[in-house]
């Protein structure tokens, strides 16, 4: 049985690429560059990519400045999800968070304890919503943010995937 609705017709979406580090560059950022190519290979925008040192007011004015733009549906985070003091990228966004979207973290780990088993408790990958953006934190390893992408992101960032997906409920987000 196939996932895909073939009478859905495909939404692409705008969508900003955040790395956090201290020691990437445009030139050494391979998980921003992944996740870069995985969306436009999918058929979505880039709208905005930067990398941001782990400073936690430095991700926030960043994110936020993101889900304050109307033309931007989605912000993926890459690094700052591990157990270090340096880690923040949790701390950072939560709070920006309308709603936590709970399953991403779970489905994340699940995926990954298939790979390299009980090491994916120090994964505090999550997602959120802000404003109608949605937001998903990954580590910041490109395997990680490949399954990452490829085992979750990329269904529910398509109007195509059955049963449901993210993509047909974002005009919805804003309900009161």
């Known amino acids: 049985m196939s996932h895909t609705a073939t009478n859905a017709k495909f939404k ?11 020691s990437r560059t ?3 950022d ?12 999918a058929g979505h925008q880039l709208a905005d990519k930067q990398i941001v040192a782990d400073n936690i007011y430095q991700l926030r004015a960043t994110v ?14 890459t690094g700052g999800t591990g157990l270090t003091g340096r ?5 950072a966004l939560k709070i920006l968070y309308d709603k936590e979207i709970e399953g991403f973290g779970e489905i994340f780990r699940m995926i990954s304890y298939k790979l390299i088993k009980t090491s994916t408790i120090q994964s505090r990958a ?6 109608g953006t949605v937001i998903f934190s990954l580590p910041g390893s490109p ?18 995937t059955q049963p449901c997906n993210l993509v047909e409920m974002m ?5 009161k």
């Open 12 to 22: 692409p979406l705008n969508i900003a690429i955040l790395t956090v580090s201290d």
């Open 26 to 28: 445009e030139a050494n």
């Open 30 to 41: 391979k998980s921003g560059k992944l996740l870069v190519e995985r969306l436009q290979k």
């Open 64 to 77: 936020s400045n993101w889900i304050a733009d109307p033309d931007i549906h989605v912000v993926i985070s």
């Open 87 to 91: 880690d923040i990228t949790p701390e």
């Open 126 to 131: 999550i997602a959120g919503l802000a404003n």
């Open 143 to 160: 395997g990680a943010c490949k399954d990452g992408w490829d085992e979750i992101i990329v269904h529910q960032l398509n109007a195509r």
């Open 171 to 175: 005009p919805r987000f804003l309900e």
